[in-house]
């Protein structure tokens, strides 16, 4: 695991305050829809930005409410010295306001994150290549409260469900538990089209907001076998990006009746670990169509399977790529596609289980407010992850408490009961377990 450069704390904690300070000037730019002159006291879009981002940030929905207490009896808070939030508005007026606001307006902060984790080495692959891995997931699910950006489904008892979804998108890599999200693409109503969005149409919009912007990464997308298919191949490569796509044989009868035609070649791998021998055949056949059309797309197919000492078969895949595949190529080619489930793994179910309640309806709105919500949330992740990565006194931190989880217990209890004068306070305080107000 990457450790960083063990530089001095202030330095060291000005990762995190330079992200929280460029969403609050992100935030001062949002459309503001109060008209009318301003008067004094009235709350600033980067005050209401910051305060909504606090609450995922710190993973405790009841924050802005202890740190008013806190500004009560002490005439300040957390909120003003960590974040950098003059006035703290109420969570209704916080609603109001951001209800409207456009989850694109974030998008470049995911990607100043995945800068602020440093080098991208540690997720390189294939000769400098970075996956990343294309997932779609829910986060809301009701069937009374609604919006304009709601799809639906009848279900068997006729009754009709509203939904949110989005597609994910996750740099990931083989044998790394640290996921970095990167902007999400919302599958919502289009306007003009005639049938409802879908995985693979987000997916399609957001190679073409953001592939250029990964470009310089040298992508390898991943996804499963829903994505498999000449648009999607046909969009990643129009980026210049590059594709390993799981291929399941029911969904492509093209491929498989090449493959039963066809001499493939093979590659064998044995190795005994902690006592226990297993097998590792690698398949593949190179150039075949990935449809039955005359503008098919040529792919590279191969497959992985691995065998026990008995004989019996553990685990099988196959996958598609655009990508040479040769004896020396193919085991890490396997690894890389078998990454994919990282952004299901490592990213959504971290998001809907571990603190950062990813399918809690933190408020609805008429417009885009769950889909702010929901950015907010994974770009609080983003940060979590970047600060991981780049920051030893983060790390010294959630080392002390013995768990992640332990960390961000200790995170919401204690910034409840003390102001902390900046993070490299608040992080050396849960370090050395000892709580010293300023």
Not at 241 to 269: D, M, W
Not at 423 to 437: K, N, Y
């Amino acid at each position: 695991m990457y450790r960083g450069s063990d530089l001095d704390s202030t330095l060291d904690v000005s990762v995190v305050r330079d992200l929280v300070t460029e969403l609050g000037t992100v935030c001062a730019g949002l459309p503001d829809q109060r008209t009318g002159p301003r008067r004094d006291g009235d709350y600033t879009m980067a005050d209401i930005g910051l305060s909504a981002f606090s609450l995922f940030f710190m993973g405790s929905p009841s924050f802005l409410a202890h740190q008013r207490t806190l500004e009560r009896g002490q005439g300040r808070s957390n909120c003003q010295t960590l974040f950098g939030i003059s006035a703290i508005p109420s969570d209704n007026y916080i609603r109001l306001m951001l209800d409207g606001v456009s989850p694109a307006a974030f998008d470049a902060l995911f990607m100043r994150a995945m800068e602020a984790a440093g080098p991208l080495t540690r997720f390189q692959c294939l000769g400098g290549h970075v996956l990343i891995a294309l997932d779609g997931s829910e986060y809301f699910c009701s069937r009374k409260i609604n919006c304009p950006q709601c799809s639906t489904r009848r279900r068997s008892d006729g009754g009709v469900e509203c939904f949110h979804a989005f597609l994910g998108a996750s740099v990931v890599a083989p044998g790394h538990t640290q996921v970095l999200p990167l902007p999400p693409e919302f599958i919502a109503p289009q306007d003009g089209a005639e049938k409802q969005d879908c995985e693979r149409n987000a997916a399609k919009r957001w190679l073409a907001r953001h592939g250029s912007t990964v470009g310089h990464l040298r992508p390898i997308y991943l996804g499963d076998d829903l994505f498999a298919c000449q648009p999607i191949a046909a969009a990643i490569q129009d980026t210049g990006g590059n594709f390993i796509l799981t291929c399941k044989p029911s969904s492509h009868q093209t491929i498989t009746e090449y493959r039963h035609g066809a001499v493939l070649e093979q590659h064998h791998q044995s190795v005994c670990k902690r006592g226990r021998r297993t097998t590792t055949i690698y398949r593949w056949l190179s150039g075949v169509p990935l449809r039955d059309t005359a503008d098919a797309i040529l792919v590279n197919w191969f497959s992985i399977e691995i065998r026990n000492a008995q004989g019996k078969r553990t685990y099988h895949n196959s996958f598609v790529t655009d990508l040479a595949v040769t004896a020396d190529t193919v085991a890490e080619l396997a690894a890389c596609g078998r990454a994919r489930w990282k952004v299901e793994n490592e990213t959504f179910n971290v998001l809907k289980n571990n603190g950062y309640n990813l399918e809690h309806n933190f408020g609805h709105g008429k417009q885009t407010l769950a889909s702010v919500f929901l950015t907010l949330n994974l770009l609080a992740f983003a940060c979590h992850t970047a600060a991981h990565l780049a920051l030893l006194a983060w790390r010294e931190a959630v080392a002390a408490c013995g768990a992640t989880y332990r960390f961000f217990e200790n995170l919401r209890t204690i910034t409840g009961y003390v102001i902390f004068q900046d993070w490299t306070h608040l992080l050396q305080s849960i370090a050395a377990a000892d709580l010293r107000p300023p």
